[in-house]
C-alpha cells in the first residue's frame, strides 16, 4: 500500500467516517469502509486493510448480550457454510481479486441499500432454518470472497429470524466475525498480507475505534431513522458510482 500521506489522510477518514456509522446505527463499518478505500487502492489491498478493524469492532459487538452459546447453537450451519464457501470461492475465483470484483462489489453495495430502504422484510419460520442456513451461508461466502463484503444475503435472513434487538446485534456480530476470519484465510491463502498493509490496518483500527466512540456518542442527538435513511442513500449512490466506474 502506498504511504503518501494523501493515502493515508483518506483511509483515516474513510475509517472515522466507517466507524462513525457503526457506533450510530450499530453496522455498516465493512460495507463504507470497502466501498469507499476502492477509490484509493485495489479492492484486495482494500479487503487486507479491513481485516484486523473489522475483526475488533465486530467481537466487540459480538462480546455485548447473553446469548452467544444459544446463537452459536442456532446459527452454526450458516457460519460453517459461510466459512468453507469463502475459504473455496477465494481460491476458485481469487480472493477480491476476479475481474469482476468491483462491479459485484458496486452490485453488493446496492442490494444492501435497496434492502434497507425496502418496507418488505424477510420472515423466516424455524422450520426452513436447517436447509435455509446453510444455502444462505454459502452464498454469503462466495459473495465475501468477491467482495469482500459479507452483508448479503447473511443480514436480510439474520433479520428474517424474528430475533430481539439485543439478539439480532449479537447475531449479526457473530456472523461478521466468522466471515472476517475466513477472508483473513482466504486472502493470506492468495499472498495478499504484507508488511505496509497491517500497518495500514492498525491505522485504519485506531481511526474506526475513534469513529464509533463518536457515534455513540451522538447517538442519542441524532434521528436514527432520518440518519439511516440518508446513510443508504449515501450507500445506493456509492454502489451505483463503483458499478458505472467499472463498467465505463
Avoid at 459461510?82 to 453495495?109: D, E, K, M, Q
Avoid at 459479507?150 to 466475525?177: M, N
Wanted: hydrophobic share 55%.
Amino acid at each position: 500500500m502506498s504511504s503518501h500521506p494523501a493515502t493515508l489522510i483518506g483511509l483515516t477518514l474513510i475509517f472515522i467516517l466507517a466507524g462513525f456509522v457503526k457506533g450510530t446505527i450499530g453496522m455498516g463499518l465493512p460495507t463504507v469502509a470497502i466501498g469507499f478505500l476502492t477509490l484509493l487502492m485495489p479492492p484486495a489491498e482494500a479487503a487486507t486493510v479491513l481485516i484486523l478493524p473489522s475483526f475488533v469492532t465486530n467481537v466487540w459487538q459480538l462480546a455485548v448480550g447473553p446469548q452467544l452459546r444459544e446463537l452459536a447453537r442456532r446459527l452454526w450451519p450458516l457460519l460453517v457454510a459461510a466459512t468453507l464457501a469463502t475459504i473455496v470461492a477465494g481460491r476458485w475465483l481469487g480472493a477480491v481479486s476476479s475481474p469482476a470484483t468491483l462491479v459485484a462489489l458496486g452490485v453488493a453495495i446496492v442490494l444492501y441499500a435497496i434492502i434497507g430502504l425496502a418496507p418488505l422484510r424477510l420472515d423466516v419460520p424455524a422450520r426452513h432454518e436447517f436447509w435455509l442456513g446453510p444455502l444462505i451461508g454459502a452464498a454469503t461466502g462466495v459473495m465475501t470472497a468477491l467482495t469482500g463484503v459479507f452483508v448479503i444475503p447473511a443480514v436480510p435472513y439474520l433479520q428474517g429470524l424474528r430475533l430481539k434487538p439485543d439478539g439480532l446485534v449479537q447475531a449479526l456480530g457473530l456472523s461478521f466475525t466468522t466471515s472476517t476470519i475466513a477472508l483473513a484465510i482466504a486472502l493470506a491463502d492468495a499472498g495478499q498480507f504484507r508488511l505496509p498493509t497491517a500497518g495500514a490496518s492498525l491505522l485504519a483500527l485506531a481511526a474506526g475505534l475513534g469513529g464509533m466512540y463518536l457515534g455513540q456518542r451522538v447517538r442519542a442527538c441524532l434521528q436514527p431513522k432520518t440518519f439511516r435513511l440518508c446513510f443508504l442513500i449515501g450507500l445506493l449512490l456509492l454502489g451505483t458510482h463503483l458499478i458505472l466506474r467499472s463498467v465505463l
